[in-house]
């Protein structure tokens, strides 16, 4: 082999030693922000015990708890941002890309939780940790907060099945015109990525299931009269 073959291949292999240290580094970090979304989904996994379905609860031991680990999560993605090289966001992006999205769905839970609204981009950005424009930098991706809202459709529809469960009727109505309105700004963007349009589809499924729950109370009897607004 000849010395200029030798120094051209010499230097792709320094290239794939660093490469796989930078990939390995990332990583790791990934692996603490899957742990960190872990434990604040146990928390939150609270909120549908038998027990627990005093408002007050569920704010103040679960959200406040949920918040308190937002706190690791920050320090996490400041790390990552640290490590992933300026101008190569989206070279890397695949590998936190399903934990973020995990992590949108769990604030946007909080956020619900807390004050009953949606989660907005730059509120998530914030309780992440992250930049909210792509022009600044490590950033929240658009699609990844879109994929966070769409998973919490799953949760609250299971959350008002278990809420009738036990005996509370009210909160069915408010998850099913909360649920509603979600589907509806779905609507209103043109959804080219697969991932996207499969989970909108969840979406609508859980619009569905909450709709039959309230549905249910009304032949039953049992929608409170100061709910009869139009759900649909």
């Known amino acids: 082999m000849g010395d200029r073959i030798a120094e051209i291949f010499n230097s792709f292999q320094t290239y794939l030693v660093n490469e796989e240290v930078l990939r390995e580094e990332i990583r790791a970090i990934v692996r603490e922000l899957e742990k960190n979304s872990r434990d604040i989904l146990m928390i939150l996994q609270n909120i549908h015990n038998e027990d627990n379905f005093k408002e007050n609860s569920i704010i103040h031991e679960y959200c406040t708890k949920s918040r308190a680990l937002f ?31 995990k992590l949108c769905f769990l604030a946007s839970l909080i956020i619900y939780l807390e004050i009953k609204v949606l989660l907005s981009k730059d509120t998530a950005a914030e309780m992440l940790g992250v930049n909210n424009d792509r022009e600044d930098g490590f950033h929240l991706d658009l699609e990844d907060y879109l994929m966070g809202l769409l998973q919490l459709s799953a949760e609250l529809s299971r959350f008002a099945i278990n809420s009738v469960t036990n005996g509370d009727y009210n909160r069915p109505i408010e998850i099913a015109r909360f649920i509603n309105d979600l589907s509806a700004g779905f609507r209103l963007l043109n959804l080219k990525n697969d991932s996207l349009r499969k ?34």
Do not use: C, M
């Not at 790390?79 to 936190?96: E, G, I, M, S």
């Not at 969840?202 to 049992?222: F, H, M, P, Q, T």
């Open 71 to 101: 706190e690791d999560v920050r320090k996490n993605y400041t790390r990552l941002a640290d490590v992933v090289p300026k101008n190569q966001y989206y070279k890397y992006h695949d590998q936190w890309r399903f934990v973020t999205q």
């Open 199 to 232: 989970r909108f589809d969840g979406l609508k499924y859980a619009a569905k299931k909450v709709e039959e729950v309230v549905y249910d109370l009304s032949i039953r009897g049992l929608k409170p009269n100061s709910a009869t607004e139009d759900t649909k």
